[in-house]
């Protein structure tokens, strides 16, 4: 059984540019979560995708969006990158009803010079 | 609102030596609370949890107890291994669902032979 996989695993973008990030969720989760970890700081919340929709949001600015397609998996979008938006970006999954174990893949490492 | 406070590290301990690492948390409702861990060049893997006051998550030796009347979820074990070495993370899940997690900055462990 595959985890949560996440493309690609490293990225190095311009200042200004825009970036996707995909993630697959593990089988049998339909929630899907993105998650920013800055060097030395935990992961913070950015928002999460059940039934191909946003339905919480993290403090996070419209620069970052996201997506969740039919099959589960999910794309996080981020427009006008910024110095600041370098940072590990995490993907996590989950099944929504209850309180269950939330899956996290191994992440995406964003640079932006 | 929910946060949670970790505490700092670097914690450097010798093999065998017993380890705690301190969490309190804040939060409205009835939250859940666990433990992370990050090996280097990984993502985050649950190592324990628990749903509600006084439950003890346990998992590979370590341990914790959800304290509701100190709002604590200390980590503890009493023997730790070279191979614990890794940057644990205690956090926090609202009601609604166990995807929208707050996380502690994070205590990195090194275990020396």
């Known amino acids: 059984d595959a985890g949560v996989t996440q493309s690609p695993t490293h990225l190095i973008k311009t200042r200004g540019q825009q970036v996707t990030l995909r993630c697959s969720p593990k089988?049998?989760?339909?929630?899907v979560s993105w998650y920013q970890q800055a060097l030395g700081q935990g992961p913070q919340f950015i928002f999460q995708?059940?039934?191909?929709?946003?339905?919480q949001r993290g403090n996070f600015p419209d620069r970052f969006s996201g997506h969740q397609f039919p099959n589960y998996s999910s794309e996080l979008n981020v427009n006008a990158l910024l110095l600041g938006d370098s940072a590990l970006y995490l993907c996590?999954?989950?099944?929504?009803?209850?309180?269950?174990?939330?899956?996290f893949g191994q992440g995406t490492r964003l640079t932006v010079v | 609102g929910n946060s949670v406070t970790q505490m700092e590290g670097p914690v450097t301990l010798s093999e065998e030596a017993f380890l705690t690492i301190n969490c309190t948390y804040t939060?409205?409702?009835?939250?859940?609370l666990f433990w992370y861990v990050q090996y280097p060049g990984e993502g985050l893997q649950l190592l324990l949890k628990?749903?509600?006051?006084?439950d003890k998550g346990s998992n590979k030796g370590f341990e914790a107890t959800y304290r509701k009347e100190t709002t604590s979820f200390h980590l503890e074990k009493g023997s730790v291994q070279v191979s614990d070495s890794a940057v644990y993370f205690c956090a926090l899940s609202a009601l609604t669902g166990a995807n929208n997690l707050f996380f502690g900055t994070g205590t990195r462990l090194t275990v020396i032979p």
């Open positions: 628990a749903t509600k006051a006084d």
């Open positions: 939060a409205t409702g009835y939250p859940s």
């Open positions: 089988s049998g989760h339909d929630t």
């Open positions: 995708y059940y039934e191909e929709e946003e339905r």
């Open positions: 996590a999954s989950s099944g929504l009803t209850g309180v269950t174990e939330a899956f």
